[in-house]
């Protein structure tokens, strides 16, 4: 199975890295998506992708809530080139802070969205509070762009909208939790080929997981609770989600 997003350069992952790995190595998980957000974070997730190549592979953004940081879209392009990112991200828009407001997040989103349709790579998406406002943008760039909308946790409706832009929906610990309804009718809902699963850790936990405590190898966890509410096998579903992430991210060959 992959992990489409962990954040390995935050503690407590970044303190046991190696265990980390094996981890969820040993759980069928051998390959991890790692998003970097500022620049700052950029070179080091190189640094660990450099370090455990094969493994882990980076992705690099500028997320919405440090929209108004200073930043260079061709530095940012030339960081992609140098370490063969596989998507750009974590970015997006987010309607539930007050800074940087909105206006700032939309004109840097844009910035990078071009640059990812120019450098042909998908993009890893943050959305909260402004579903509305992205999907209107992503229609300017359909169909060429493609990417995957992380952390869904939001009706099939609304999903199905942003299928139909090309995007894939990463899917993680809420699926996991009982009282989770709109997420679990989505992962029932929508095509598995179009599901990614993820962690997001150590920011997102499970049923009974405390985010601190998510590591890459929950997304095992995660693969349990789809097979189940599909009621197919786990294989089924590692199957088509690596085969999936394989072809957005580049993993396997062409996209």
């Known amino acids: 199975m992959i992990e489409t997003h962990c954040h390995l350069t935050f503690p407590p992952l970044c303190d046991d890295l190696a ?24 070179r080091q997730v190189q640094d660990i992708a450099a ?37 750009v991200g974590e970015i997006g828009l987010d309607g539930m802070i007050d800074t940087p407001l909105m206006p700032v997040q939309i004109a840097v989103f844009e910035k990078q969205l071009e640059l990812a349709r120019d450098l042909d790579l998908p993009v890893i998406l943050h959305c909260r509070g402004a579903f509305a406002e992205m999907a209107e943008i992503l229609e300017r760039f359909s169909p060429r762009l493609q990417g995957v909308l992380h952390a869904f946790t939001r009706s099939p409706e609304l999903a199905r909208r942003f299928l139909r832009l090309g995007l894939h929906l990463g899917i993680g610990g809420a ?9 679990r009718e989505t992962v029932a809902a929508v095509p598995l080929e179009k599901i990614l699963l993820e962690t ?49 991210f580049g993993l396997g060959g062409p996209r």
């Not at 265990?19 to 950029?42: E, F, H, K, N």
């Not at 094969?54 to 140098?82: K, N, T, Y």
């Open 200 to 248: 997001d850790a150590p920011s997102i936990g499970l049923d009974g997981v405390d985010p601190l405590a998510a590591e890459p190898r929950h997304v095992r966890d995660v693969a349990l609770a789809i097979a189940a509410l599909r009621g197919i096998d786990l294989e089924d579903v590692a199957t088509t989600t690596t085969a999936s992430a394989e072809r957005l």
């Open 175 to 183: 699926v996991t939790r009982p009282r989770a309804t709109r997420t």
């Open 51 to 87: 370090a455990h190549p094969g493994v882990v592979f980076p992705a690099l953004g500028l997320h919405p809530w440090v929209a108004d940081q200073s930043f260079d879209i061709d530095d940012l392009a030339g960081h992609l080139r140098d370490c063969k990112a596989v998507a």
């Open 19 to 42: 265990g980390v790995l094996d981890r969820g190595a040993a759980a069928g998980v051998q390959r991890i998506v790692v998003p970097a957000y500022d620049p700052p974070s950029w």
